[in-house]
């Protein structure tokens, strides 16, 4: 069994266990930890996540990262400035999260009110470099009722997340699920 189906079923067996409904938002982050190397084969599976979370009487909702920064750079008054000289990007990084976060607000507010939903966040690869999956989280966690489940493209040892294995990472407590066990 390749390392995504072992990942697959480490979800499985959590996901059919019972939610406490007065859990805090960050209580209720879940992260699916892989090999960075494995993030095709994951996209090629989320359909199976979906159908995993569905049989055990949940929702599933998909919201993907991978292109909100294109979109969020080409809606900039000054979009051509920063493709010249990308080095001005840091400073407008902030109004990205920010971006983010609305058009995360507005998938959420579609979505049929209930505790018992997963929304899956994909595409967190597509942050490296510009802002931090920590931020991200804790900006987003607060606004699902259910389950946040990040897939995490990274590693994990210890609660400290690095994702894509290229810097130092965070300190996070949300329940990290992994191909080897469930945590």
């Known amino acids: 069994m390749n390392r995504v189906k072992r990942l697959l079923a480490s979800y499985t067996g959590f996901i059919v266990v019972p939610w406490r409904s007065d859990a805090a938002a960050a209580q209720r982050v879940v992260f699916c930890v892989y090999d960075e190397t494995e993030e095709l084969r994951l996209r090629a599976s989320v359909d199976e996540f979906e ?53 995360f607000s507005t998938f959420v507010e579609k979505l049929p009110p209930g505790h018992a939903s997963v929304v899956a966040l994909q595409g967190v690869g597509s942050l490296f470099g510009l802002v931090k999956v920590k931020d991200v989280v804790d900006r987003l966690a607060p606004k699902v009722k259910g389950r946040l489940v990040v897939f995490f493209p990274g590693t994990r040892k210890n609660n400290n997340y690095r994702l894509l294995d290229g810097y130092d990472g965070w300190n996070y407590l949300a329940v990290a699920i992994t191909a080897d066990k469930e945590v």
Do not use: M
Not at 55 to 79: I, K, N, V
């Open 51 to 103: 159908l995993a979370t569905r049989q055990a009487g949940h929702e599933w909702f998909l919201f993907d990262l991978r292109d909100t920064f294109a979109a969020w750079l080409t809606g900039q008054r000054y979009a051509e400035s920063y493709f010249q000289k990308p080095g001005l990007l840091a400073t407008l990084l902030p109004r990205y999260l920010d971006y983010i976060g609305d058009e």
